[in-house]
Each structure stands twice: as structure tokens, then as C-alpha cells.
């Protein structure tokens, strides 16, 4: 079992930049990692993620290229999330989410319960 509890979301200016991160617990070594965006009235999009070797997996969202970035660190079994740069359209909930085979587009075993990031202009 896995247990996933993010933090880190809050109320940010546009131009502002904030770290979320993804504590896991549990049998998570060999799962991949990752953060989905939710925006009101929107599906859930998968924004980045880093598979338990340390690959990236990367969205093709060309809107979150280069803004986002992610980091594992396995010893702390906590993964972060930089955002950069953020704009009103950031604004989401933010869902850690852990997979033996995660895909932006597949299927999900572990979700956290989210973290609400709010940017305002």
C-alpha cells in the first residue's frame, strides 16, 4: 500500500514561483511518480513525471515546457514539484499520483489527496 500526501500549494502572484512536494510511504520504490493538474470544470492533466530509476516523464502540454520541473529525492521517498513563472492559468489542484508504469494518459494505482495552488494577476 502507498500513501501519498502533497503540500506546498498556496496563493501566489503571477511571475511567482512556488514547490510543491509529494510525500509517499509505503512499498514506493519501484513506482514512478508524478504530478496532474485540475483546473475548475476541467479534466485532470498530467503535468510531469519521474520514474523510480529517475527518468523524466514529460507532458506535451507546450504551455508547461520549460516552467515546470521535477525532482526525486528517494531517501526522503519525497518528490517536489517546481513551478515558474506561473500564471492565472496554473491555477488547479494539484495531484501526486504513483504507478509501476506511469503515462500521462494511463491508468493511476495511488493518488494523493491534492494541493490547491491559486495564482492571482
Known amino acids: 500500500q502507498v500513501q501519498l500526501v502533497e503540500s506546498g500549494g498556496g496563493l501566489v502572484q503571477a511571475g511567482g514561483s512556488l514547490r510543491l512536494a509529494c510525500a509517499a510511504s509505503?512499498?514506493?520504490?519501484?513506482?514512478?511518480i508524478g504530478w496532474f493538474s485540475q483546473a475548475p470544470g476541467k479534466e485532470r492533466e498530467f503535468v510531469k513525471g519521474?520514474?523510480?530509476?529517475?527518468?523524466?516523464?514529460?507532458s506535451t502540454d507546450p504551455s508547461l515546457k520549460g516552467r515546470f520541473t521535477i525532482s526525486r529525492d528517494n531517501d526522503r521517498k519525497t518528490v517536489y514539484l517546481h513551478l515558474k513563472s506561473l500564471n492565472p492559468e496554473d491555477t488547479a489542484v494539484y495531484y501526486c499520483?504513483?504507478?509501476?508504469?506511469?503515462?500521462?494518459?494511463?491508468?493511476?494505482?495511488?493518488w494523493g489527496q491534492g494541493t490547491q495552488v491559486t495564482v492571482f494577476s
Open positions: 499520483a504513483a504507478d509501476r508504469n506511469l503515462r500521462p494518459r494511463g491508468p493511476v494505482e495511488y
Open positions: 519521474v520514474r523510480w530509476a529517475g527518468h523524466i516523464i514529460y
Open positions: 509505503g512499498g514506493v520504490t519501484d513506482y514512478d
